[in-house]
């Protein structure tokens, strides 16, 4: 199967999909599948943004996060971030920073640069990030973590959002005051990755405190995270928590084409297989082109993290590496194309 005909395929589901998922409104942006993506760090580049939409299912995109103190004190770094394009919009673009001001102020410039909405950072868990207040420390203090909110929703005319975890410190969740105080002051969405700081990527989320953030707020639509890796889970999640839309983040990396799956099991039942094993690194390749065509990035800090990205494609045979083991040590593009045109001009045969 073609990357063509996954997206020909694609839209006669979403034109299905369409009449049975409750598109997600946030302000005066409605979002025709409430189906996200979540913003990660090295990851969430235009290309697998790009590559979601193409395949089908997923609604909203989100920015890596980017750093409010860059764009106030080295804007041509800050730019390198900054590779949304019109064809993908609505794009949230996320900032992180601790003083009220200075994430304001970002938050114009970016939406100067085209962003639709302005995603807060109240979720990373990274020590690097933590440690100097921001991400998912700024929820030790409910009235601080508001006071960031209220200044960005002032500062700009379009949607402000916020990505929160359970709480920073284990036990202790402060994402269900904090959505109330977020809304009181303007926020229009926020999402909840349902489990702690402490607890990175680890144990089971905890989706009993989407439910609650849910039930606390007044109107603004709740986005639910963690622990979403199929349609079946997506369904879950909806039905166990009540929240608007779900978010998905790692479970997405090597198989963009997952929001489409999660969209035709919510609208039939039906789960969709897995792309074969030539097409999954077709798929790869055109990752792999969108990103060289559109990154800021020197060529070789984008062949960098093409290496993390591309070796999640799962394209090596049954009980082999040989293929991830030569991915993670290519130093070029032309090395990557090589060895992609390979994997995808196998036979299915050979699979």
């Known amino acids: ?36 993506l979540a913003p990660m760090a090295g990851h969430s580049n235009y290309a697998l943004r790009s590559l979601c939409r193409e395949l089908g ?80 420390a700024l929820l030790r203090d409910v009235k601080a973590a508001t006071a960031v909110v209220e200044a960005v929703v002032k500062a700009v005319d379009v949607p402000v959002t916020v990505k929160v975890r359970s709480g920073f410190e284990d036990g202790l969740v402060t994402a269900t005051p904090f959505a109330v105080a977020a809304e009181a002051v303007g926020a229009q969405a926020v999402a909840v990755h349902a489990r702690f700081a402490g607890q990175g990527h680890g144990g089971a989320a905890d989706w009993d405190v989407i439910a609650a953030v849910k039930e606390a707020v007044r ?18 999640m909806l039905d166990m928590t009540g929240c608007d839309a779900v978010m ?25 297989p897995e792309p074969a094993r030539a097409e999954r690194a077709r798929i790869a390749r055109r990752h792999a082109q969108l990103t ?28 082999s590496a040989k293929v991830r083991n030569r991915l993670v040590r290519i130093d070029s593009y032309a090395e990557l194309e090589s060895i992609l045109l390979e994997v995808s001009n196998e036979s299915d045969d050979e699979l």
């Open 1 to 36: 199967m073609t990357c063509e005909r996954l997206r020909l395929e694609s839209r006669t589901m979403l034109a299905q999909t369409h009449t049975t998922l409750k598109p997600l409104r946030i302000g005066d942006i409605v979002i025709d599948s409430p189906l996200t």
């Open 57 to 136: 299912g997923c609604g909203l995109v989100c920015t890596e996060l980017i750093s409010s103190n860059i764009v106030k004190n080295s804007r041509q770094r800050a730019l390198q971030r900054f590779d949304w394009r019109a064809r993908e919009r609505p794009v949230a673009a996320q900032l992180f920073g601790v003083e009220p001001g200075i994430v304001a102020e970002a938050a114009r410039v970016v939406v100067d640069h085209g962003a639709d909405i302005v995603d807060i950072n109240m979720g990373c868990w990274v020590p690097k990030i933590a440690k100097k207040g921001g991400g998912a």
């Open 292 to 319: 060289l065509e559109t990154t800021h990035l020197p060529e070789h800090v984008a062949v960098r993290e093409l290496r993390g990205q591309i070796s999640k494609y799962q394209l090596d045979a049954p009980g």
């Open 219 to 236: 109107e603004m639509p709740i986005i639910g995270n963690g622990d979403v890796h199929s349609g079946a889970d997506a369904r879950r």
């Open 248 to 272: 998905v983040g790692r479970a997405a990396l090597g198989r963009p084409w997952l929001f489409r799956q999660i969209a035709a099991y919510l609208a039939t039942g039906l789960n969709l």
